[in-house]
């Protein structure tokens, strides 16, 4: 019904950047909302960003985890059915994997609110 893919992970130094894609295909993403979650080692999968996905209209709305705020900005081409994850002044503690999410409502932080998932792409940072 629903397929997401995300690209863009891999290794980078403590300060440096990394831009995360994922790709949705399968329906028509006119109402959804995309997110972004990662999930470290022994850890809880954790909201990181989200976006309302709307290719009706020009504007719109996101939500940033106060832990990445300022530095991680999410947006959207929807000419390509994609939405990005641009990290800036990476930490250590920012190693995870990142997954792509999507549901059709309103932009929400709980994991539990989406209904599609990626396949998550690892992201590590080295100090």
């Known amino acids: 019904q629903v397929q997401l893919v995300e690209s863009g992970g891999g290794l980078v130094q403590a300060g440096g950047s990394l831009r995360l894609s994922c790709a949705a295909s399968?329906?028509?993403?006119?109402?959804?909302?995309m997110g972004w979650f990662r999930q470290a080692p022994g850890k809880a999968r954790e909201f990181v960003a989200a976006?309302?996905?709307?290719?009706?209209?020009?504007?719109?709305?996101?939500s940033y985890a106060r832990s990445v705020k300022g530095r991680f900005t999410i947006s959207r081409d929807n000419a390509e059915n994609t939405v990005y994850l641009q990290m800036n002044s990476l930490k250590s503690e920012d190693t995870a994997v990142y997954y792509c999410a999507a549901r059709f409502g309103l932009v929400a932080t709980n994991p539990s609110s989406y209904n599609y998932w990626g396949q998550g792409t690892q992201v590590t940072v080295s100090s």
């Open positions: 976006i309302r996905w709307s290719g009706g209209v020009t504007s719109y709305a996101d």
């Open positions: 399968g329906r028509s993403f006119s109402s959804a909302a």
